[in-house]
């Protein structure tokens, strides 16, 4: 256990070693954690922001979803409504027609019922007198009589 | 190598390991190992022996010198390399296990400095690792370079810088000029001379005050080095102590104590750095 130069050297040593490790070592590496340690926290930002986003648009999809669906069930109530009404207003209209066709039917049949009594009256008038000519085989005074045939005519 | 050709005794064995490789001058008159004595100018040699003891301070343990630099290289060579390339997207298994290391240091430092310094944190990284592989050295079987050294006919080699007081007393009195160098910056001259004289018993005790503060302060360095050589030394020790049972019997007890060792040798190195934050935290904090 001679103290001799050696200490001094190994002095130096070490001086130039720290020197060297000050200026070449310590820094570029320091710099690079500290570049990563950046970039992971980046990344936790961008991951935290991206969740958020992610909730907001799935909020924004159930809301759009709900007032969709809303909005497809008044359309549908709607419809609804109006289906019936025009079903309401067909049957109406149809009541209505059908009246309208019976009334003009009717008044046509009551015209031709009409106009064949009066030609059947016409005919039995003619045929009465015919007969009354037959069985009585004696000319009648057509005018003498017409108005009694007349008369039956009309009550026939 | 206990029974290396039956010359070795248990002592020279363990002296032999312990010595470093010391080259310096040997003044005049000196009696050599081989019981020359060194001629007129003196001589510039390897020492054997005891040698290194005469040649006093103006000697140089290369082999100490060498291993630190060597493994000092290795570590800024590694760690330039993957700063070099380091990148912030998905590290690789080097710049990973090298970052490992960086952020470990990094939250010692600031879980104990709290200022601004952009040399404290490089410094504690260099002291950490570096330690540590020279404590490391300790893990090679204790034969196996000096083995090899000797076949190159390099008589001495002490692998473990960190055995050497000089090494941890190097590094140590370089802490310890840091300590000194901040604390008057951060504090000015009269501050620092301020800080150890009236405190902790007020001005009236100065020199009781002074003689208790240069005693702390001056532990300091010494612990330091102390902490670190006398734990390595002794693992050192007991490798070599292991290493004179008989080759069969040798892994009972280096396994478990390489085992144990490798705690000891981490443990060191985090020490070390430790303390040296903690030290120049001190420096820049008011008392």
């Known amino acids: 256990m001679n103290i001799n130069l050696t ?26 954690l500290a570049e990563r340690k950046k970039k992971i926290a980046e990344g936790l930002d961008a991951a935290d922001r991206a969740e958020r986003d992610l909730q907001l648009a799935q909020e924004k999809a159930t809301e759009n979803m709900r007032k969709g669906k809303e909005e497809a069930a008044a ?82 | 190598m206990a029974s ?38 003196g001589t510039w040699t390897f ?36 700063a070099k390339t380091a990148t912030s ?20 430092v600031k879980g104990i400095f709290h200022h601004k310094n952009p040399m404290i944190a490089p410094l504690s990284l260099t002291i950490f690792v570096w330690i540590f592989l020279m404590n490391t050295m300790d893990l090679i079987p204790v034969d196996w370079i000096p083995f090899i050294a000797s076949e ?10 960190t055995t050497d007081v000089n090494a941890t007393a190097g590094m140590a009195l370089s802490v310890f000029a840091l300590i000194i160098y901040y604390s008057i910056k ?23 005050n002074l003689f208790l503060e240069l005693v702390g302060l001056l532990a300091k360095p010494i612990s330091l080095a102390l902490r670190l ?16 049972l008989p080759f069969w019997a040798q892994w009972v007890l280096s396994v478990p104590w390489a085992i144990f060792h490798i705690l000891v040798i981490t443990l060191q190195a985090f020490i070390f750095m430790v303390l040296t934050i903690v030290y120049m935290a001190m420096a820049y904090d008011h008392h």
Request: aromatic share 10%.
């Open chain 1, 75 to 156: 359309v549908i109530e709607q419809a609804n409504k109006r289906a019936n009404q025009i079903i309401e207003e067909a049957k109406e209209k149809a009541v209505e027609e059908a009246g309208r066709v019976k009334a003009a039917a009717t008044a046509e049949l009551e015209q031709e019922v009409n106009q064949a009594r009066e030609a059947l009256r016409g005919q039995v008038a003619t045929l009465a007198l015919a007969g009354a000519e037959k069985i009585l085989e004696a000319s009648i005074d057509e005018k003498a009589h017409a108005q009694l045939v007349e008369k039956l005519a009309a009550e026939l």
């Open chain 2, 89 to 108: 997207g998905v590290p690789g298994s080097t710049q990973n296990f090298v970052e490992t290391i960086i952020e470990f240091v990094d939250e010692n």
């Open chain 2, 4 to 41: 290396e050709g039956g010359t070795l005794t248990s002592s020279e064995y363990i002296s032999h390991h312990l010595t470093n490789l010391t080259f310096g001058k040997l003044s005049e008159g000196t009696t050599r190992y081989d019981g020359s004595v060194v001629g007129e100018g």
């Open chain 2, 229 to 244: 050589f006398g734990n390595m030394y002794a693992g050192e020790m007991i490798f070599i102590l292991i290493a004179l």
């Open chain 2, 47 to 82: 020492a054997h022996g005891t040698e290194a003891a005469d040649m006093g301070f103006w000697a140089i343990n290369v082999d100490t010198m060498g291993w630190s630099i060597v493994l000092g290289v290795l570590f800024l060579w590694l760690f330039s390399k993957v």
């Open chain 1, 7 to 32: 200490i001094i050297g190994q002095a130096i040593a070490f001086f130039i070693f720290v020197v060297f490790c000050m200026k070449y070592v310590w820094p570029p590496l320091t710099a690079a």
């Open chain 2, 152 to 161: 190159m006919g390099i008589s001495y080699m002490k692998v473990v810088p």
């Open chain 2, 186 to 208: 951060q504090k000015g001259l009269g501050g620092f001379l301020a800080e150890l004289s009236f405190q902790p018993l007020g001005k009236w005790m100065l020199p009781f």
